[in-house]
């Protein structure tokens, strides 16, 4: 088991930045692949971003960067130049393989927040 809780949402104005940590505890986190998503009301889970288990290969959608520090158990969502649509719960997971499904991912945070105000 891996348990993920993700932090660093907020409210932010248009042009801003934000970063998301993903703190993991549990079974080995170096072991999977990491990602993010997000999520509006009414709308399918997107993928925003994955990386390979030793931060090697990452896959992103999009103008924000992935990063992540093993020693730390923790992943990054640097967010730049943030618009309204960006606006949106987002979620850590961890999983096996990087994938843009979110079906591809076996544990999951609660989310954070991120409001982009224009």
């Known amino acids: 088991q891996v348990q993920l809780v993700e932090s660093g949402g907020g409210l932010v104005q248009a042009g801003g930045s934000l970063r998301l940590s993903c703190a993991a505890s549990?079974?080995?986190?170096?072991?999977?692949?990491a990602a993010w998503f997000r999520q509006t009301a009414g709308k399918e889970r997107e993928f925003v971003a994955a990386i390979t288990r030793d931060g090697g290969g990452t896959n992103v959608k999009g103008q924000f960067t992935i990063s992540r520090d093993n020693a730390k158990n923790t992943v990054y969502l640097q967010m730049n130049s943030l618009k309204p649509e960006d606006t949106a719960l987002y979620y850590c997971?961890?999983?096996?393989?990087?994938?843009?499904?979110?079906?591809?991912?076996?544990?999951w945070g609660q989310g954070t927040q991120v409001t982009v105000s224009s």
């Open positions: 549990g079974r080995t986190f170096s072991s999977y692949v």
């Open positions: 997971a961890a999983g096996g393989t990087i994938t843009t499904r979110p079906s591809g991912y076996v544990y």
